[in-house]
């Protein structure tokens, strides 16, 4: 296999666009779209934490809320959601939270509500872009952008950024990451599959480069919002 099915090379992203500032109801927002999966996140807050049982004396808390429209994939989503996507929006929020000064915020939540209206593949990877885009368009202090992106083996080759196509191929190795590319630290790894140690370090290095891509398209994307006109 020389080329990938969708005729990508094996270290190509696909076609990514961002738009900032996109939902005038959230104090924050952005769409991400890579390929045909589209993710849309609005961000709210520092705001008062309720019910108040669960605030934090010390810091802010992070709630993320990943869900997917019921026509987002083929075969019809029920609505609301599922045992996956209330655990994507842990692994969501595990990814987002080394990013965000909480500690700026004691007592209030941050919220981050995700949805995705298209899906083929690294949902929760579109899900992270986005939802970073969306807290700094808030003015949530950050440390950093977080950058993400699906990596993995299809048909013994590394590749990166996985369709759904090279998901569901047979033995496929799927691994998400998510970087804060500025402070060089991984927030989120994790693997579907099995690959050797040489091939673990290749796919970090291969999942990095992505997001070093992806960071730059993110940045571009907030500056245009910012852009005096
Ligand atoms: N998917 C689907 N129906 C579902 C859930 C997922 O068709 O109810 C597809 C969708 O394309 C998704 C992919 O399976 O992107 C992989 O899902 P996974 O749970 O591995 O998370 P993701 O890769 O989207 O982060």
Do not use: R, T, V
């Given at each position: 296999m020389e080329k990938r099915f969708d005729g990508r090379k094996f270290d190509e992203l696909r076609e990514i666009e961002v738009k900032v500032g996109?939902?005038?109801?959230?104090d924050g927002s952005a769409m991400f779209r890579i390929g045909n999966t589209i993710a849309i996140a609005g961000a709210f807050g520092p705001r008062e934490c309720h019910p108040k049982h669960l605030q934090d004396p010390e810091k802010a808390i992070l709630k993320c809320h990943y869900d997917m429209m019921t026509f987002s994939v083929p075969e019809r989503k029920s609505p609301g959601p599922g045992r996956r996507e209330i655990e994507l929006s842990s692994v969501i929020r595990r990814a987002l939270t080394p990013a965000i000064f909480l500690e700026e915020f004691p007592k209030t939540s941050i919220d981050v509500f995700i949805q995705i209206m298209q899906a083929d593949a690294g949902t929760r990877c579109a899900s992270i872009c986005a939802a970073s885009l969306a807290l700094a368009e808030a003015g949530i202090p950050m440390r950093d952008l977080v950058s993400a992106v699906g990596v993995g083996k299809v048909n013994g080759k590394l590749v990166l950024d996985l369709t759904k196509e090279e998901e569901d191929t047979e033995g496929a190795v799927d691994m998400p990451i998510a970087i804060m590319p500025g402070k060089k630290k991984i927030t989120l790894l994790q693997m579907d599959g099995k690959l050797s140690r040489d091939e673990l370090e290749e796919a970090i290095k291969l999942g990095v480069k992505g997001c070093l891509q992806i960071y730059e398209i993110q940045k571009k994307a907030l500056k245009e919002k910012y852009k005096v006109r």
């Open positions: 996109i939902l005038s109801a959230c």
